[in-house]
């Protein structure tokens, strides 16, 4: 297993479907944090995975504070427009959680505010873009990681 890919309570069928995806094919594992802004059998979802949604490795959590118990000894980094260090220097290593909030309004207050030293952006080099489309943004930081992991 190369890194685990986290959905706290994603809001758009067409994303999750393209990150699950990114995951069979970086050999990463989804975990999937409700509510979801969707059903899992939404057919956008699925059309976005193709057939591959059935190989996947994927988790489901019925609520963050959840998959923090369930997870709670495992490193983990926090991607946010307010993180403070870039994603390229994140401390990559196998099975590492990479916890991306939901597309309308990002990680929970609580979660930034709690995990502040382990707080990474992806830099914007323009003003007039608040942020990028989650699906993108999981690709940009996960194929980082796989560049130090599969050397």
Not at 50 to 69: A, G
Not at 72 to 87: A, D, I, Q, R
Not at 121 to 132: A, D, T
């Amino acid at each position: 297993m190369a890194l685990n890919i986290v959905l706290i309570e994603p809001e758009i069928p067409n994303n999750t479907g393209n990150i699950g995806r990114l995951a069979l094919a970086s050999d990463s594992k989804l975990h999937l944090v409700k509510p979801f802004g969707f059903e899992i059998d939404d057919t956008r979802l699925k059309r976005a995975g193709l057939d591959y949604w059935q190989h996947l490795d994927v988790v489901f959590y019925e609520n963050i504070e959840e998959f923090f118990n369930v997870n709670k000894n495992e490193k983990m980094v926090f991607l946010s427009s307010h993180g403070t260090k870039n994603h390229w220097d994140i401390p990559f290593e196998d099975n590492l959680f990479l916890v991306f909030g939901k597309e309308s309004v990002g990680l929970p207050k609580q979660v930034t505010e709690t995990h502040s030293e382990n707080l990474f952006k992806i830099p914007l080099y323009n003003n007039h873009v608040r942020s990028l489309n989650l699906a993108n943004a999981v690709g940009i930081v996960v194929y980082e990681g796989l560049k130090y992991l599969k050397k």
